[in-house]
């Protein structure tokens, strides 16, 4: 075998995680209640099953350890105004010390320095310190205004493909979300409601939390032609030690998501339990917990769809072309399937 064509085997396209998603399948509003949402049952080589959200209970059991992401968004999307009169949108992404926070400037590329930026009140809000030297399309800023303020004066950073006003900027948390640091939900835990992880438990199951800070970059298209070349931005993880006993001894662990499942399996990795992770789930990863998964429906050519290739093979395809079929609602407020990594 000549050194090209072994190359050209090692590559991972990203066309393979290409998909056509009819604009209109993609949900602007979240659906009510929560758990209305369908679920599409992945059953392996038998038919999938088309239940909703609200029959999750009777697929678990005596046994299952049903992980979520206890992280809570951040009303992180400021209007801002430059002394100028120019308009200015920071989106807040990690706090990174103090008062200092990773963020995105939209328009950056004329802001400088130790310049700062005002509410439509002039009340100064932040402050630019610099770009950031790990990423050149952030910056680092400093928040001048009282952190509780950002609820009064930001917005929930919902997805740029959402454009239809969100009435209750609770639909985009999870009913059990805690602490408020990151700048994208885990969408697919939005679909519970505490008398569904009620009956959760009454199943026999069991809830454990863990926290992945969501950053954009979990979301955003693959920039690279050769997946494996994907470089991964990190985020903070927590997995109590407690919880981590629990998933050894669970008959099956089932993750509300994707953020969850990275939590789950960077501790299986590295055995640390908190930090930061880089983690990057792709084709022929070695999966150490995650049995089963509850997601929502992904963008093309993201590292999301990375993921679900790596967990259920390419009859991840089959199940996206059914779901548009059956005319299912894709992404963040839109429905979910339950995948099982174990299903022949």
């Given at each position: 075998?000549?050194?090209?064509?072994?190359?050209?085997?090692?590559?991972?396209?990203?066309?393979?995680?290409?998909?056509?998603?009819?604009?209109?399948?993609?949900?602007?509003?979240?659906?009510?209640?929560?758990?209305?949402?369908?679920?599409?049952?992945?059953?392996?080589?038998?038919?999938?099953?088309?239940?909703?959200?609200?029959?999750?209970?009777?697929?678990?059991?005596?046994?299952?350890?049903?992980?979520?992401?206890?992280?809570?968004?951040?009303?992180?999307?400021?209007?801002?105004?430059?002394?100028?009169?120019?308009?200015?949108?920071?989106?807040?992404?990690?706090?990174?010390?103090?008062?200092?926070?990773?963020?995105?400037?939209?328009?950056?590329?004329?802001?400088?320095?130790?310049?700062?930026?005002?509410?439509?009140?002039?009340?100064?809000?932040?402050?630019?310190?610099?770009?950031?030297?790990?990423?050149?399309?952030?910056?680092?800023?400093?928040?001048?205004?009282?952190?509780?303020?950002?609820?009064?004066?930001?917005?929930?950073?919902?997805?740029?493909?959402?454009?239809?006003?969100?009435?209750?900027?609770?639909?985009?948390?999870?009913?059990?979300?805690?602490?408020?640091?990151?700048?994208?939900?885990?969408?697919?835990?939005?679909?519970?409601?505490?008398?569904?992880?009620?009956?959760?438990?009454?199943?026999?199951?069991?809830?454990?939390?863990?926290?992945?800070?969501?950053?954009?970059?979990?979301?955003?298209?693959?920039?690279?032609?050769?997946?494996?070349?994907?470089?991964?931005?990190?985020?903070?993880?927590?997995?109590?030690?407690?919880?981590?006993?629990?998933?050894?001894?669970?008959?099956?662990?089932?993750?509300?998501?994707?953020?969850?499942?990275?939590?789950?399996?960077?501790?299986?990795?590295?055995?640390?339990?908190?930090?930061?992770?880089?983690?990057?789930?792709?084709?022929?990863?070695?999966?150490?917990?995650?049995?089963?998964?509850?997601?929502?429906?992904?963008?093309?050519?993201?590292?999301?769809?990375?993921?679900?290739?790596?967990?259920?093979?390419?009859?991840?395809?089959?199940l996206y072309e059914e779901a548009i079929r059956e005319r299912y609602r894709m992404l963040s407020f839109g429905d979910a399937m339950l995948l099982d990594r174990h299903a022949q």
């Amino acid at each position: 075998m000549s050194e090209r064509s072994s190359e050209v085997e090692s590559m991972l396209s990203a066309d393979e995680f290409d998909y056509d998603l009819p604009p209109e399948l993609i949900a602007q509003e979240p659906i009510e209640p929560r758990s209305a949402a369908r679920l599409l049952v992945d059953r392996g080589s038998r038919p999938s099953e088309h239940l909703q959200v609200s029959q999750f209970p009777d697929l678990v059991g005596e046994g299952d350890l049903v992980v979520v992401n206890e992280t809570r968004v951040l009303p992180a999307r400021l209007s801002l105004k430059r002394g100028s009169g120019g308009s200015v949108e920071i989106l807040l992404l990690e706090l990174v010390d103090g008062r200092r926070w990773r963020a995105l400037a939209r328009p950056g590329r004329k802001l400088r320095e130790g310049e700062v930026l005002l509410s439509s009140g002039e009340q100064e809000v932040v402050e630019i310190v610099g770009r950031d030297s790990s990423d050149d399309g952030q910056f680092i800023v400093e928040l001048l205004a009282e952190p509780e303020r950002l609820a009064e004066i930001g917005e929930m950073p919902l997805p740029p493909y959402i454009t239809t006003p969100l009435a209750d900027p609770e639909r985009y948390q999870t009913v059990y979300a805690k602490r408020a640091a990151s700048a994208a939900a885990p969408t697919a835990g939005l679909h519970f409601t505490p008398e569904l992880m009620e009956q959760v438990e009454a199943s026999g199951a069991r809830i454990a939390r863990v926290e992945l800070v969501v950053g954009l970059d979990t979301f955003r298209p693959l920039a690279v032609d050769d997946v494996r070349q994907h470089r991964m931005h990190s985020e903070q993880f927590s997995v109590p030690e407690h919880v981590l006993a629990e998933i050894a001894d669970a008959r099956r662990v089932i993750a509300v998501g994707t953020t969850a499942t990275r939590a789950i399996e960077t501790a299986g990795t590295t055995g640390r339990l908190s930090g930061r992770t880089d983690i990057f789930i792709s084709r022929g990863f070695r999966w150490s917990f995650v049995d089963v998964m509850l997601t929502n429906f992904h963008l093309p050519r993201t590292t999301l769809l990375v993921m679900i290739d790596a967990f259920v093979g390419r009859r991840w395809r089959d199940l996206y072309e059914e779901a548009i079929r059956e005319r299912y609602r894709m992404l963040s407020f839109g429905d979910a399937m339950l995948l099982d990594r174990h299903a022949q």
